[in-house]
């Protein structure tokens, strides 16, 4: 599989046609700035994009979920993308806002939940030929959450997948009684 | 208070009881085949084969044949494809019926032949099955093939809104005639329930035929005719009638579940077949004759005393009491009896006026959901402007005036919407009344079931979960708990058992206790088992709460434990599962010998509750009010610690054990010496503890929101709620700060840091 990814990475240096082995599909994203990374996340499960507003952080917590607001009246979960892809974490600038998407596919499990980016850039429609599989980082930083790479004005973006960064991490992950208890103790 | 008073007599022929319960499983079973599948066929093979064992003594001539007669259609599906068809849960369903009329016939002693429609099934099954001989003891002349009752099909594409509509109409519907009935048995000449019970078969009928539900329409029909001739004085009921009614409520209850389940998307357009015309046959000659054929009134002298065919149909008309314009079945078949409908129709018009002025709207939950979510918006939006620095300036009266009315409306607007959502936990109880029934008619138990606090209001989404653990526990009352009535009296207690079901508001939330006066947990078996199974060690020693913790163990099921009843054994784990979804929890009480009482502790999740609201350094939290004992700022001297590392406050001479709350929530207070804060005395069941926190913000009514799937895995937080300036505060789940162990270190006072 690494290797095929490899093999179809370099045959894409050299020719036009994109290889098949993409989970990024062609259509419209919504791009946004983490720090000086740019990202992307499909457009259809993107709800809105509200103002950072204050945030009730929920005690016990990983440092990635970042708490709880009221949106008219829901309460949602807010992600800390930053922090959950451990990049360097400073302050949030005028431009940071949270994104708001629906997540789950059934009608049951689906939800909002929110995330708190540096700043949303725009919304861009990426053809096939823009795509890009995910390069192999040799294991390092995960790219599990990654549906592939897209290069636009001159840029690199890094397409997300939704269910994936806001799910499984974002539920199946959450630290359980037992790990909650070791977690206070150390910190 | 309702009460359900069941009294029935005891068989004199050893089998029959045994029969009557092994039927009872074969029904359960029946309920979940499917054509074209294996499911259930394995167990109901069995079933038939430990019912062929069942000493036989005293059982009516058909018994046999009706045996025999299933056993060679069970062969031939076994020996044939291994699935059920259409046709052969047909025949299981019609023998299932025909069955169970000639047990009933053998427990009154009598002789007289049920239909078992064997032989129309039989005819379907060829050209591979040959008819079983002996079987089909009796053949109903009107008796037609079983594919001349034709399958519903549902046209999920075009009236899907109104089927969902007619869904929950009709179970609405069918509730009101099951509770009908259980008033009915006690007061039979009572006109407003007979007229009621009508109306809601009209009804239902009204909407089959708008829906072209022929069979459903036409049951519907006969059904009200039956109520039709009652109402007229015309037809006394009888238990004969009251049973046909329940039987013909249940048939459309099956109906109704079918359409519900392809509403859902379970195998949508598949055609529905349920088997109808035996009952209605049977409620067409009570309605011509005045009675049944297949259960004949026991004082009466049979009217067939050995299985000739033919005997019930010909006396039906020659014994019939009444001027009913319907005409014998004998004489019209299958068509629907047209001389009734025309005056029906007159008189339901008006029934049907009456109905309509309850004033009732059916309403999407989710409507109601944003409902409630845009009130609350609104609310806040409204302290805002109220609150604005601004507004607050300009010292205008006719302003003041205006927002102090705008404040007045929002906040009714408020509670209005809320109740909104309550409904009282009433209806759930009285399904229980004919769970009751039922199951202490099929052991024998003599059981009455009394109900307190049904005007109790819960959020309609917990009385909804409610229902299935509420059956699942007052069926192992019944089962475990109630003793046959000589055990009862052979240790001094009335024969009569009493379950009592009772919804109140108690420590903050809801409290649903099913009480039992039957035998109690046995603690010795209970130990003896989980010894048995590895659950706990050897010599462990357990609390009695602990013990009778034990039965919510998986797998640990109460039959095996508390009595020798095997089989049904409903799993208290699945019990707890949904209680613990709902929030909520069990407690078990119990007094060998005197009866076991289960109190379901239920929060009202969704429901708005008093808070009191807390600051911890910069957070601040809801605590239940009702959970709230005292707060007070202590006095020095008044925290003592223990051992170096628990400290208690000691309050008006109790001691209670302190948790700093800071510290514990990882986010350490201002307050490090006690003397500055304020300690909040909370309490959950028997247990307190004193929670110290850095000020009392003040109190404040609260609509409790869930925290959704991503916190579900956390015990420390009861739920969420929107504070006056649109923030969210967080509801601390005190049960868990009570009894969680971690005691606070002053030595290391900033741990959490």
């Known amino acids: 599989m690494i290797g095929f990814r490899k093999v179809a990475l370099n045959e894409f240096m050299k020719q036009e046609p994109p290889p098949l082995n993409i989970a990024a599909k062609p259509g419209r994203y919504l791009t946004f700035k983490l720090g000086p990374e740019s990202y992307g996340l499909p457009v259809l499960g993107v709800r809105e994009i509200i103002r950072l507003c204050p945030i009730t952080p929920v005690p016990k917590m990983p440092a990635y979920i970042k708490g709880v607001i009221n949106l008219r009246g829901k309460v949602i979960p807010i992600l800390d993308l930053r922090a959950k892809f451990q990049l360097s974490s400073e302050g949030y600038g005028e431009r940071a806002c949270i994104i708001v998407v629906q997540v789950g596919t059934s009608p049951t499990t689906q939800m909002l939940m929110g995330a708190i980016v540096d700043a949303v850039e725009e919304v861009v429609q990426f053809s096939a030929a823009d795509l890009e599989p995910t390069p192999d980082f040799g294991g390092a930083p995960s790219t599990d959450y990654i549906l592939g790479m897209a290069t636009i004005h001159g840029g690199v973006k890094t397409l997300l997948d939704l269910d994936k960064v806001f799910l499984q991490e974002g539920l199946l992950t959450l630290i359980t009684p037992e790990t909650q208890k070791s977690k206070t103790q150390i910190t | ?753």
């Open chain 2, 1 to 753: 208070m309702i009460t359900g008073l069941v009294a029935f007599p005891q068989h004199s022929a050893p089998g029959l009881a045994l029969a009557i319960e092994i039927m009872a499983r074969v029904g359960e079973e029946l309920a979940f085949v499917e054509a074209g599948k294996d499911t259930g066929l394995l167990p109901i093979n069995s079933l038939i084969m430990d019912l062929e064992e069942v000493p036989r003594e005293g059982s009516p001539a058909e018994y046999a044949a009706s045996l025999t007669a299933v056993r060679s259609i069970l062969d031939q599906i076994l020996d044939g494809s291994g699935k059920f068809t259409d046709e052969s849960i047909q025949f299981l369903n019609d023998w299932h019926a025909g069955m169970s009329s000639i047990l009933t016939a053998w427990e009154r002693g009598g002789k007289t032949p049920a239909p078992t429609s064997s032989e129309p099934s039989a005819k379907v099954l060829a050209p591979t099955s040959v008819a079983p001989p002996g079987t089909a003891p009796y053949r109903s002349p009107v008796a037609q093939p079983v594919a001349d009752e034709p399958a519903i099909r549902l046209n999920l594409a075009e009236d899907s809104e109104l089927l969902r509509e007619f869904h929950g109409e009709a179970q609405e519907l069918l509730q009101n005639i099951e509770q009908g009935v259980l008033v009915l048995e006690e007061n039979p000449g009572n006109a407003d329930t007979i007229n009621s019970i009508f109306r809601a078969f009209h009804t239902l009928k009204g909407g089959a035929g708008l829906l072209h539900l022929d069979t459903l329409r036409e049951l519907a029909h006969d059904l009200e005719s039956l109520l039709d001739a009652a109402r007229r004085s015309e037809l006394s009921i009888t238990s004969e009638v009251i049973e046909l009614i329940l039987a013909g409520g249940d048939t459309l209850k099956q109906f109704i579940r079918e359409f519900g389940a392809q509403l859902q998307g379970v195998n949508p357009g598949e055609p529905i077949a349920i088997p109808t015309r035996t009952l209605r046959q049977r409620v067409r000659t009570t309605v011509s004759g005045g009675r049944s054929p297949a259960l004949p009134t026991v004082p009466t002298p049979s009217p067939a005393a050995p299985p000739t065919p033919k005997q019930p149909e010909s006396t039906a008309p020659e014994s019939s009491v009444n001027q009913s314009p319907l005409p014998a079945p004998a004489s019209e078949p299958a068509a629907p009896s047209t001389p009734a409908t025309a005056p029906a129709k007159a008189r339901s018009e008006s029934a049907a006026k009456t109905e309509s002025a309850t004033g009732f709207v059916k309403l999407d939950t989710r409507k109601l959901d944003s409902l409630v979510d845009l009130v609350g918006e609104l609310v806040i939006a409204q302290s805002m402007v109220v609150q604005d620095p601004d507004v607050q300036q300009l010292a205008n009266r006719h302003l003041a005036r205006c927002l102090r009315q705008l404040s007045r409306i929002t906040t009714d607007l408020q509670r209005t919407a809320m109740s909104l959502r309550m409904v009282p936990i009433g209806r759930t109880f009285q399904k229980m009344t004919r769970l009751v029934r039922d199951l202490a008619a099929q052991q024998q138990k003599q059981v009455q079931l009394v109900m307190e606090g049904e005007e109790t209001e819960l959020d309609r989404n917990i009385v909804e979960e409610l229902s299935d653990p509420l059956v699942h526990m007052i069926r192992n009352s019944v089962d475990h708990g109630i003793e046959p009535p000589e055990v009862r009296m052979a240790h001094g207690k009335p024969a009569l058992g009493t379950i009592r079901l009772s919804a109140s508001h108690q420590r903050g939330g809801i409290v649903i206790s099913i009480q039992d006066d039957g035998q109690g947990l046995d603690r010795d078996r209970i130990l003896s088992k989980a010894r048995e199974r590895g659950l706990i060690k050897p010599n462990a020693t357990l609390t009695e709460a602990e013990t009778f913790a034990l039965i919510f163990a998986p797998g640990f099921s109460t039959a095996e434990v508390v009595t020798d009843v095997s089989g049904r054994g409903v799993g208290m784990d699945v019990v707890q599962r949904n209680i613990e979804k709902l929030r909520g929890k069990v407690e078990i009480q119990s007094v060998a010998g005197q009866g076991t009482i289960f109190n379901i502790v239920l929060p009202l999740t969704l429901a708005i509750i008093d808070g009191m609201l807390v600051g911890v350094g910069d957070d601040r939290y809801i605590i239940p009010t009702l959970s709230v004992r005292e707060s007070f700022r202590p006095r020095p001297g008044m925290v003592t610690t223990v051992h170096e590392r628990g400290e208690v406050v000691s309050v008006r001479g109790r001691l209670t054990p302190l948790l700093r709350l800071g510290q514990h929530l990882g986010t350490p207070g201002r307050a490090t010496d006690p003397t500055e804060g304020i300690i909040v005395v909370v309490e959950s069941g028997d247990a307190a503890r004193g929670l110290l926190v850095d000020e009392l913000l003040g109190k404040q009514e609260v609509v409790i929101k869930s925290l959704g799937e991503t916190f579900r895995k956390q015990d420390l937080l009861a739920g969420a709620a929107i504070l006056g300036d649109g923030r969210v505060g967080l509801i601390l789940d005190v049960d868990t700060l009570v009894r969680c162990e971690r005691t606070n270190n002053p030595a290391n006072g900033d741990l959490g840091s």
